[in-house]
């Protein structure tokens, strides 16, 4: 078993003992099973999975580090994580909408608020990717 944690600057998201767990990186998705070598990497959009006692479940997560330490103990420090039965479709639909609205009106592309505005269209993007995989949808 591993002593997994998923915490977002607001709170955390999950902490529990699991099986496995694989995980969207910028070096590519990676899976992790007890006794896995210790490692850092840094997140990328995408959908963790995990799979605990209840089975197994999936997220939406964007932006952060994971630590593999030793003693099977997994933290993730996300900017974004969201299970995807908590994920409401239409208010994701909403704020992708108002990002690229407000993009399309800044002047010029390097404005911080730019990429600003591409982070929240790429986090709400994932969520929807993830939760129409999952959700049976009309």
């Not at 902490?15 to 210790?38: A, D, K, R, S």
């Amino acid at each position: 078993m591993l002593k997994f944690k998923i915490v977002t600057p607001e709170k955390t998201i999950y902490e529990n003992e699991i099986f496995q767990v694989t995980i969207p990186t910028m070096e590519g998705e990676i899976t992790v099973l007890p006794n896995h070598i210790p490692l850092i990497s840094v997140l990328k959009a995408g959908e963790l999975k995990f799979k605990d006692k209840e089975g197994q479940q999936q997220m939406a997560v964007s932006g952060g580090f994971l630590e593999v330490r030793g003693k099977n103990e997994i933290v993730i420090l996300a900017d974004h994580a969201q299970r995807v039965a908590e994920i409401d479709i239409d208010k994701a639909e909403e704020a992708r909408a108002r990002a690229e609205e407000q993009m399309a009106n800044l002047k010029n592309a390097q404005d911080v608020d730019y990429a600003k505005l591409q982070a929240v269209i790429d986090r709400e993007l994932n969520k929807l990717k993830v939760v129409k995989k999952y959700r049976k949808l009309p």
